[in-house]
């Protein structure tokens, strides 16, 4: 069906109702701009306090332990780990030897005390 024309004989203007929607979705568009342009803002000064947390953490970790390669970090900690490793096992076994002696000293001058 086609539209009907006006005394003038063309399109009648889009009605109060037509105009009411879209001042109503204009202004529910601008304020998700609104909404997602804060989001944005916040987003990069998250960005950005984490990359000068990560370059402090890096800066750091250069210092401390020569480099800030997250591999060859991972690889000093487990040279630490296996380091620690072998130390409580040295340990381990000086407290055992430490008791086998206690228990021959007990068990050879235990009754004469």
Avoid at 9 to 24: E, I, K, M, V, Y
Avoid at 35 to 63: G, M, T, Y
């Amino acid at each position: 069906m086609a539209t009907p024309l006006d005394r003038r004989g063309s399109a009648p203007a889009p009605t109060h109702d037509a105009d009411a929607r879209l001042q109503n979705e204009l202004a529910g568009l601008k304020g998700e701009y609104e909404r997602l342009r804060d989001a944005k803002v916040r987003a990069e000064q998250d960005l950005s306090h984490l990359q000068n947390q990560l370059a402090e953490l890096e800066a750091k970790a250069a210092a401390e332990y020569g480099t800030a390669d997250p591999g060859e970090l991972t690889r000093l900690l487990e040279e630490k780990r296996a380091a620690n490793a072998r130390l409580v096992a040295e340990y381990r076994e000086h407290v055992a030897g430490v008791r086998r002696e206690l228990e021959a000293v007990e068990r050879d001058f235990g009754g004469n005390g």
